[in-house]
């Protein structure tokens, strides 16, 4: 313990409880990408700014304090620095990670009994992208499972990526089942609010989810792989398995983030796509299958001061998954796609109203 924190221990009784103990950046209950910024979540940034500077002895105000670890920094509202230089995400994650709670989730999984009726073992959330990809390889030929691949196509996956998809399936000998969902009415509605309400990658995630477990569910499948690369839930423990109860049904389902429960590294999905001979169509942004985060990052990223995928690759490098050097490469490059935006997210209203008109 430094000699500032031991000052400050000594006065712990009269100081507020921000400054006297740790909490995480989820104990902050905050939005992230400067979602709703309002008074309550400026008074926790706030507060946040004045411990990092006490902590670090840095002051955040003239310059954002970066965690020695990660990509976190003091420009992020939940995010504060300790003394040792550290985050509090990076903190929290350290003091919950234990590898048997992750294999103890793998086992788990594997040993999780069909549903009857069910066809296959799994359902692969599959994108299209290089994370589910190494997902679905991995549940095939490591692990054995009979899978169906999922595909939720939100309007903003390229038709390439989807034939791309469908050949590591053929290759596999897995079936490739598409799901439809509209997100441009959505994407519409936060770029005329400069997405201050929202980030289409979350709205896209929750529909997602939605979607895939509607499926799980009529095909009786109670196991979801997904191709995520960081934790479910970071307390009070660090686990891999979120676990959800239909109600109707009274199912249990189990997501299960398989990368990460096997701690693969960015090094490892590219050695295992190379292995089988596939690869992902090239876009731009932090997407191998979705245009729009490469679409939207200009914007969000004028307002925000910092990348909007800041807060999915730093949790990549706390994970060990991304080196923070890459991480920080990746999200150098931002170009202004505002006009394609637009006119993609009016094409696709477009073509949403045609299909009511022809209902
Ligand atoms: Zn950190």
């Known amino acids: 313990m430094t000699t500032q924190n031991t000052f400050i221990h000594s006065l712990g009784f009269i100081l507020p409880r921000f400054l006297r103990e740790d909490y995480s950046p989820y104990q902050c209950h905050v939005a992230v990408n400067g979602i709703n910024y309002n008074l309550r979540t400026r008074r926790i940034h706030l507060q946040n ?32 620095i300790g003394a040792d230089g550290i985050c509090n995400m990076c903190m929290t994650y350290k003091k919950n990670f234990k590898q048997e709670i992750l294999d103890s989730e793998l086992e788990t999984f594997l040993n999780t009994p069909r549903e009857e009726g069910a066809k296959v073992d799994a359902v ?25 691949a999922v595909l939720v196509q939100n309007g903003f996956i390229p038709e390439q990526v989807i034939e791309n998809g469908r050949k590591l399936c053929d290759k596999l000998g897995v079936e490739l089942v598409v799901l439809n969902i509209d997100l441009a009415p959505y994407v519409k509605d936060m770029m005329e609010h400069k ?15 939605k979607e895939i477990q509607n499926y799980c569910i009529e095909h009786h499948i109670n196991r979801i792989i997904m191709g995520r690369n960081w934790w479910h839930w970071i307390e009070p ?42 690869s992902t169509v090239k876009i731009h942004g932090n997407s191998t299958n979705c245009v729009l985060p490469g679409l939207v990052e200009y914007m969000v990223s004028k307002r925000l001061g910092y990348h909007p995928e800041l807060q ?48």
């Not at 990092?52 to 990660?70: A, D, Q, R, S």
């Not at 692969?124 to 169906?148: H, M, Y």
């Not at 997405?195 to 989810?209: A, E, L, R, S």
């Open 124 to 148: 692969v959330g599959f994108s299209g992208g290089k994370d589910s990809a190494v997902s679905l390889i991995t549940a095939r030929q490591k692990l054995g499972l009979e899978v169906t």
């Open 49 to 80: 700014q004045i411990k990092t500077w006490i902590n670090t002895g840095k002051n955040p105000f003239l310059k954002p304090v970066e965690c020695k670890t990660c990509l976190f920094d003091t420009r992020i509202p939940n995010i504060y």
């Open 195 to 209: 997405f201050k309400n929202g980030y289409p990658c979350y709205k896209c995630g929750d529909m997602f989810y």
């Open 312 to 359: 999915l690759l730093s949790r990549e490098v706390i994970t060990g998954f991304l080196d923070k050097e890459e991480a920080k490469h990746q999200l150098s490059d931002i170009k202004d796609n505002t006009a394609t935006l637009e006119k993609l997210v009016n094409k696709k209203l477009e073509e949403i109203e045609n299909r009511k008109v022809n209902k």
């Open 237 to 278: 423990e660090v686990r891999s398995t979120k676990w959800l109860t239909d109600e109707k049904t009274g199912m249990k389902l189990q997501i299960f983030s398989l990368p990460f429960v096997l701690q693969l590294t960015e090094k490892d999905i590219y050695r295992i796509l190379d292995e089988v001979g596939w």
